[in-house]
Nanobody, 113 residues
């Protein structure tokens, strides 16, 4: 069974940085390198929203995070990273990793003003 495991969340002041990781330890390498892996986030009372995505060829970002967030991947380790800089209070939420129909358990990011 495919499993995605997020880590790296925490509490940070506005303007700070965090790096999230999404590991896929049980997925075979060829599957990991096929298609797209996404980061989404959700805050209470709001729908889950797209943050960024990565394939082996392209990356995409939500307008709200462009220039501040960077998604990258270590194909050998089967990990997707989300480097977040210049964090804002509105970036607060639970961040989820997603690939196809599989979702991780999420990691909480809290940005204080």
């Amino acid at each position: 069974q495919v499993q995605l495991v997020e880590s790296g969340g925490g509490v940070v002041q506005a303007g700070g940085s965090l790096r999230l990781s999404c590991a896929a330890p049980r997925i075979i390498l060829s599957t990991f390198n096929t298609g797209v892996t996404n980061w989404y986030r959700q805050t209470p009372g709001r729908q889950r929203e797209f943050v960024a995505s990565s394939s082996t060829r392209t990356t995409n970002y939500a307008d709200s995070v462009k220039g501040r967030f960077t998604i990258s991947r270590d194909n050998n380790k089967k990990i997707i990273y989300l480097q977040m800089k210049d964090l804002k209070p509105e970036d607060t939420g639970v961040y989820y990793c997603n690939k196809n129909s599989v979702w991780g358990q999420g990691t909480q990011v809290t940005v204080s003003s």
